[in-house]
């Protein structure tokens, strides 16, 4: 409440002064006031529950024994050598778009000695008119069935067709189970060794093509003699240098 004081304090007042006016504003009432808005809003506003969609995990069933999460048929493996370009003095290359040029030597199955075809080259791109390029395209393959049957299903979501509870469970169908409405779905295991030049971005360009494809299953493991010997069949057969010494700069 305000009030207006319009009291004298005794004192001697020369003729014709103007009168002081003290003004007191009581701002109580104000903060009760804002604090029963405030009480009000917070009862009559409506929460709404997120709509966040969960990511497919590896399973965590007690059936499936540890032995078995470890082992990887000859058909669902997939090897990804990583390997980075340098430039003469010894800094990572740089292509015409200014992104770092990365070697992604890659192979299926059981590693083969003999036929150099049995590894190839890809690197990392981007999409093209929405369609996929490099080694992205090649891990696609892999994992279709199951990138596809995910989309439809998050379509679903956004729809309503199905509820949260419903997307979840169908979501880690998709992530664990072989078949999925009468169709095969095969979850590739991919194996990331990193050359002794390859720089951690290239790591991370790696995993990130796994997560955008929804693979859940790999492995980051050292170069074998094996590949080693893969490397040097790859390098003679296409005429290039494929084994280098250690250039890359700590």
Same mark, same amino acid.
């Given at each position: 409440m305000a009030q207006i004081d319009t009291s004298n304090d005794g004192g001697k007042k020369k003729k014709g002064a103007q009168k002081k006016i003290a003004i007191h504003v009581d701002f109580t009432p104000m903060v009760d006031m804002n604090m029963l808005l405030i009480t009000f809003f917070m009862l009559c506003t409506t929460m709404l529950k997120s709509q966040t969609l969960k990511i497919m995990l590896p399973?965590?069933?007690?059936?499936?024994?540890?032995?078995?999460?470890?082992?990887?048929?000859?058909?669902?493996?997939?090897?990804?050598? /990583?390997?980075?370009?340098y430039d003469a003095n010894g800094k990572p290359l740089i292509d015409k778009d200014g992104n770092t040029v990365h070697n992604i030597f890659y192979y299926k199955g059981m590693p083969d000695t003999i036929n150099a075809d049995a590894i190839k /080259?890809?690197?990392f791109m981007a999409n093209v008119d929405g369609k996929r390029q490099g080694i992205r395209?090649?891990?696609?393959?892999?994992h279709e069935k199951t990138v596809v049957a995910y989309d439809q299903l998050k379509q679903r979501f956004r729809n309503?067709?199905?509820?949260?509870?419903?997307?979840d469970d169908e979501a880690k169908k998709l &992530?664990?189970?072989s078949m999925m409405n009468g169709k095969k779905l095969v979850h590739p295991v991919v194996i990331i060794k990193p050359g002794p030049n390859a720089t951690y971005e290239s790591l991370v360009y790696a995993i990130?093509?796994?997560? &955008? /494809?929804l693979i859940q299953k790999?492995?980051?493991q050292g170069l074998t003699h094996t590949d080693t010997l893969m490397l040097r069949n790859y390098g003679k057969a296409n005429g290039k240098e494929v084994i280098r010494p250690n250039i890359r700069k700590r």
């Open positions: 399973s965590n069933d007690n059936r499936i024994k540890d032995e078995q999460k470890q082992q990887a048929s000859k058909d669902e493996a997939i090897t990804l050598i /990583l390997d980075t370009e /080259l890809e690197h395209k090649i891990l696609f393959k892999e309503k067709e199905i509820d949260k509870k419903t997307f &992530g664990t189970d990130d093509e796994l997560n &955008g /494809l790999y492995a980051i």
